[in-house]
C-alpha cells in the first residue's frame, strides 16, 4: 500500500454521519391531519372529553368490525388493559410468559403479585415453545399470557389445546399484531382475550392507547366495569376497579390511523421487501420474514446476526448504524428475566431460556415505518452492506496474517 490510502475517503465513521439528523425505529404513523383536527374540533365542540363518548365508541365498534370479534373495549394502554384483563379472568399465582417481550407482559403480572413464570421460545418463530410451555405448568399455574411478537402469532392451537387440559386461562398480548392474521382469521379473537397497544410507536397509534377484545360476554362486562372504577351506574360502584379508559382524542386518533391503515401497513411492506432484497442474501443476516398467505403489518423489520458468519457481533453492528445516525434498537435485550426486579427474584432464570438468550443477543430492528422512502432504505442497507465486507477484509487480512 502507498501512501496514497490516506487519501482515500472513508465512508463509514467519515467525518459526517450518513443521515444529518438520527433516524429512529418507532417513529409514529400519522393519518389525514384535516380529518384529526376536524375530529378534535367536534370533541371540543361537544364538551365531551373521556367517559366512553362518540370517538371511543365508533372507534371500538370499528375494530371489533374489522377483528370480526364481538367486543373491544378501548384501553388507556396495554399495560392497563393487561392488568385488568388477568385480573377479570382471576389468574393468580403464576402464569406463564415468554421472557422474550417487552417488559410490560411481566410486569403487568408482578404489579398484581402474580408470579411471570419465564418460558423458553422457539428459535425460529420467536413465541413461546408449547412443549417447554407444558414443562412450567406447576399446581399453582392459573394462566398462559402468550405474545404474538413482531406481530407472528404464537402456535395459537398448541397453546388453546395446554390451557384446555390443564384448565389454564389464556390471554395474548397483541401488542405488535394488529392487522395480522392466523389461518385466516385475524388476530384479536383468540384465547379468553387479547390485548393491543396503540402506542405512539406502534404501526396504529393512538398517542397512548390499547385494546381488550373478546367473544366472551361476560368477560367485556367485567372488564368495563374494571376499567371504569367498577361502576354500574352513578353512584353505584358494583366491583372493585381502577382508571383504564380511552380519552376522546385518542380514540379521535386511533379511527384517523385507522383509515390510513392500509396505507401504513403498505408502506411498512414496501420497506420490508427492498430490505429482504437488498441484505436477504448476506451470510450471517438472517430475516424475520413475515407469512405471504396471512395479513401482517410488517411493522418490525428484525435483524438476526450471527457473529460467527457475519465477521460482526450484532451489538459492533448497531454501533456502527449509530454513528451514521440510523438508531436501530435491540429489542428485546437481555430479557425480561434479566431486568429487574426479575433477575433478583429470578437469578437462575437464564438456564430454562437458552433460545431466549441466543435470540436475544442476535437480534437488530431496524427503522422501517411511512416516515423512510426507498433512498433512506437504501442507505441504511449500504451501510450495513459495507460494513460487514470490512469485516470480512479484516478477518481474511488476520486470517493470511497469523
Ligand atoms: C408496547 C408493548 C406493550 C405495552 O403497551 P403500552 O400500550 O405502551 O402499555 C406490551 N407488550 C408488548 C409486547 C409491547 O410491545
Excluded at 141 to 160: A, F, K, M, Q, S
Aim: charged share 20%.
Amino acid at each position: 500500500m502507498t501512501a496514497t490510502g490516506a487519501q482515500t475517503q472513508l465512508a463509514l465513521f467519515g467525518s459526517q454521519p450518513a443521515f444529518p439528523e438520527p433516524v429512529h425505529v418507532g417513529r409514529p404513523n400519522i393519518g389525514d391531519r384535516a380529518a384529526l383536527m376536524q375530529r378534535f374540533e367536534d370533541i371540543l365542540d361537544s364538551r365531551w372529553l373521556t367517559n366512553r363518548g362518540r370517538q371511543v365508541q365508533e372507534f371500538e365498534k370499528r375494530l371489533a368490525e374489522r377483528l370480526g370479534v364481538k367486543h373491544c373495549i378501548a384501553m388507556c394502554n396495554a399495560t392497563i388493559a393487561l392488568e385488568i384483563v388477568t385480573r377479570a379472568l382471576e389468574m393468580k399465582g403464576e402464569v406463564i410468559v415468554p421472557s422474550m417481550t417487552f417488559i410490560a407482559t411481566a410486569h403487568a403480572l408482578q404489579w398484581q403479585e402474580i408470579t411471570p413464570v419465564f418460558c423458553d421460545i422457539d428459535p425460529d418463530t420467536h413465541t413461546l415453545d408449547v412443549e417447554r410451555v407444558e414443562e412450567m405448568i406447576t399446581p399453582r399455574t392459573t394462566g398462559i399470557v402468550g405474545v404474538h411478537v413482531w406481530g407472528r402469532p404464537c402456535d395459537i392451537e398448541g397453546l388453546t389445546d395446554i390451557a384446555k387440559r390443564n384448565n389454564l386461562k389464556l390471554v395474548f398480548d397483541a401488542a405488535h399484531a394488529i392487522g395480522c392474521g392466523h389461518r385466516g382469521r385475524a388476530i384479536g379473537g383468540f384465547g379468553d382475550a387479547e390485548v393491543f397497544s396503540f402506542h405512539a410507536t406502534k404501526v396504529l397509534n393512538s398517542f397512548e392507547g390499547g385494546a381488550v377484545t373478546t367473544n366472551d360476554d361476560a368477560l367485556a362486562e367485567k372488564v368495563r366495569l374494571m376499567q371504569n372504577f367498577g361502576f354500574a351506574g352513578l353512584d353505584n360502584a358494583i366491583h372493585i376497579g381502577t382508571n383504564g379508559k380511552m380519552s376522546e382524542i385518542s380514540a379521535a386518533m386511533g379511527i384517523v390511523s385507522l383509515d390510513s391503515f392500509d396505507d401504513f401497513v403498505a408502506c411498512n411492506k414496501r420497506n420490508y421487501l427492498q430490505y429482504l432484497n437488498e441484505l436477504g442474501d448476506i451470510p450471517g443476516l438472517r430475516f424475520v420474514r413475515y407469512d405471504e398467505n396471512e395479513s401482517n403489518n410488517y411493522q418490525y423489520i428484525v435483524l438476526q446476526v450471527d457473529e460467527e458468519k457475519a465477521g460482526l457481533s450484532r451489538d459492533a453492528l448497531i454501533k456502527v448504524l449509530q454513528a451514521e445516525n440510523v438508531l436501530a434498537r435491540r429489542y428485546f435485550w437481555p430479557g425480561c428475566h434479566r431486568m429487574q426486579p426479575y433477575r433478583s427474584y429470578y437469578p437462575h432464570a437464564h438456564l430454562l431460556l437458552p433460545n431466549t438468550e441466543k435470540v436475544a443477543s442476535q437480534l437488530l430492528i431496524l427503522p422501517t415505518g411511512t416516515t423512510l422512502g426507498a433512498t433512506e432504505i437504501a442507505t441504511i442497507c449500504a451501510i450495513v452492506r459495507q460494513a460487514l465486507a470490512l469485516a470480512a477484509q479484516v478477518s481474511q487480512h488476520l486470517a493470511s496474517h497469523p
